[in-house]
């Protein structure tokens, strides 16, 4: 099975993506929406959707779901607030950092957003806690650039369906664009999701 037909066969199976999906695959997104992807991408690292949203609720209740608001707030008084989502200390630290670093480095989300991918990936990935995996949650989902994302649902499929027997990062993130065909983000917003919700159905 050839990559395009794999996404269009999970497509027909499950529909459009919902649930812990239905924000991040939203389009187009506010700017509110597209901070909190953002915060969230840091706070799945290692984590169920439902600590997370247990984590993004606190937030919330607090008025801090906001990129500036996090940078405003200690570190301390952010920690039991993301608690939820486990490893909350290094969290808060990521957290902190990667806010600032949008905010005041790149003079907010629009501006971060217009950045060419190969520089805004190398910059993300070079701030603490941030992988691949991260940085290109935040370069699809919330600057919306067509890039894919890999992670281990996305393995586990290609193990499953026997598509290739190399796993690097930056393999499968080629075989898979190359295999889509055109640089859709929205297309790669979905497939990832649906990869990400078979997965969990498997």
């Given at each position: 099975?050839?990559?395009?037909?794999?996404?269009r066969?999970?497509?027909n199976?499950?529909?459009?993506?919902?649930?812990?999906?239905?924000?991040?695959?939203?389009?187009p997104k506010?700017?509110?929406?597209?901070?909190?992807?953002?915060?969230?991408?840091?706070?799945?690292?290692?984590?169920?959707?439902?600590?997370?949203?247990?984590?993004?609720?606190?937030?919330?209740?607090?008025?801090?779901?906001?990129?500036?608001?996090?940078?405003?707030?200690?570190?301390?008084?952010?920690?039991?607030?993301?608690?939820?989502?486990?490893f909350?200390?290094?969290?808060a630290?990521?957290?902190?950092?990667?806010?600032?670093?949008?905010?005041?480095?790149c003079?907010?989300?629009?501006?971060?957003?217009?950045?060419?991918?190969?520089?805004?990936?190398q910059?993300?990935?070079?701030?603490?806690?941030?992988?691949?995996e991260?940085?290109?949650?935040?370069?699809?989902?919330?600057?919306?650039?067509?890039?894919?994302?890999?992670?281990e649902?996305?393995?586990?499929?290609?193990?499953?369906?026997?598509?290739?027997?190399?796993?690097?990062?930056?393999?499968?993130?080629?075989?898979?664009?190359?295999?889509?065909?055109?640089?859709?983000y929205?297309?790669?917003?979905?497939?990832h999701?649906l990869?990400?919700?078979?997965?969990?159905?498997?």
């Open positions: 099975m050839d990559v395009y037909t794999l996404y066969t999970l497509k199976r499950y529909g459009r993506p919902e649930g812990q999906w239905s924000l991040w695959c939203k389009r506010t700017k509110e929406e597209k901070e909190q992807v953002i915060i969230e991408s840091v706070l799945t690292q290692r984590a169920n959707w439902k600590n997370v949203s247990y984590a993004v609720s606190n937030l919330k209740s607090a008025g801090l779901l906001s990129l500036k608001k996090i940078i405003s707030i200690e570190e301390e008084k952010l920690q039991p607030l993301i608690k939820p989502s486990g909350y200390r290094i969290k630290h990521r957290l902190k950092i990667l806010c600032d670093f949008i905010v005041n480095e003079k907010g989300i629009e501006k971060a957003a217009k950045i060419p991918y190969n520089i805004m990936r910059k993300l990935l070079a701030l603490n806690g941030i992988g691949e991260t940085a290109d949650d935040i370069l699809l989902y919330a600057f919306e650039m067509p890039v894919f994302v890999i992670d649902y996305t393995r586990q499929l290609v193990k499953r369906y026997n598509l290739t027997d190399k796993f690097s990062y930056r393999y499968l993130q080629e075989f898979f664009e190359k295999g889509i065909g055109k640089k859709d929205a297309l790669y917003q979905d497939f999701a990869i990400v919700i078979d997965g969990k159905n498997t």
